[in-house]
């Protein structure tokens, strides 16, 4: 059974935004869904997270998570799937963050209500996942004005696996980002995939961010996926003209490196 599985998934507001949206996500694979700004990314992953913005609702297609049909799922039954099940880090992590609180308390708190731990046993918790994401521990007692964009990340990303999650989106995670500390949160991502089974969805409009671990890609443009496969195919072999776009587009900055090492 697929952790996740989006069946011609389609999303509408006033008129239909997402024109049927599939794929299926086994443990520990990766798919990737790239494709400029507004193209239906964001929304996609919303819907598999049920929290899609106001008057936004599937209007076609089904999703699966975890074995249950989301359509039939309650309020209750979404909020004790979000984090145990499946969770999700986004662009601009210092906007998740209380910036009056420390960062050790915050995960800490996110281990106490999903996990029902005490206070004592879930700051042991949150110092462990801040090490899990390699943070030092006096990230414990600094606040969120005191540490970097990539620091911050690290540290959502913690609260985000803090309840150990299946599915981990990461959407935009590491756009805000400069190029070394992307690549630093992009081999943190892989390493928990590999060291827990963690499945991901990544999403980018940057074809390199994707390219670079991902088994499956799906290319969006105005809410239609124009192509899908497995990464190798869509680089060596794109068929859609705004694939071959993309893929020069990023020529100028690097995709070679991932075309040749993959
Ligand atoms: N809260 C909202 N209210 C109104 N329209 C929205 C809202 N969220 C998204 N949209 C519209 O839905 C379409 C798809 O948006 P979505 O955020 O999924 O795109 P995206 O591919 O993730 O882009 P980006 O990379 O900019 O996040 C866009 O045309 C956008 O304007």
Not at 224 to 235: A, D, F, M, N, Y
Request: charged residues 20%; negative net charge.
């Amino acid at each position: 059974m697929s952790l996740l599985a989006l069946r011609d998934v389609k999303i509408a507001y006033d008129r239909e935004i997402v024109h049927g949206v599939s794929f299926t996500l086994e443990p520990g694979a990766v798919v990737g869904i790239v494709g400029e700004s507004g193209s239906g990314k964001t929304l996609t992953c919303r819907a598999a997270l049920g929290i899609l913005p106001e008057h936004f609702r599937i209007s076609g297609g089904s999703i699966e998570l975890d074995g249950h049909d989301v359509a039939s799922l309650t309020p209750k039954q979404w909020t004790a799937l979000r984090g145990s099940t499946i969770s999700a880090v986004f662009q601009d992590p210092a906007s998740y963050l209380n910036p009056s609180l420390t960062i050790g308390s915050q995960v800490a708190e996110v281990v106490r209500v999903k996990l029902g731990l005490g206070r004592r046993a879930a700051r042991l918790r949150a110092v462990e996942l801040l090490a899990s994401v390699r943070l030092p521990a006096a990230v414990y007692k600094q606040y969120p004005h005191e540490l970097s964009g990539g620091m911050l990340q690290r540290s959502l990303i913690a609260a985000a696996i803090a309840a150990q999650p299946k599915v981990l989106i990461a959407d935009e995670a590491t756009t805000a980002l400069d190029v070394t500390v992307q690549a630093e949160i992009l081999d943190l991502l892989a390493e928990l995939r590999e060291s827990t089974g963690l499945a991901l969805v990544v999403v980018s409009h940057d074809l390199a961010v994707v390219a670079q671990f991902c088994d499956e890609v799906l290319v969006m443009r105005d809410g239609t996926v124009v192509e899908q496969g497995p990464v190798e195919k869509i680089l060596y072999q794109p068929e859609h003209e705004y694939t071959r776009l993309l893929i020069e587009e990023h020529e100028s900055y690097g995709l070679e490196r991932y075309l040749v090492t993959s």
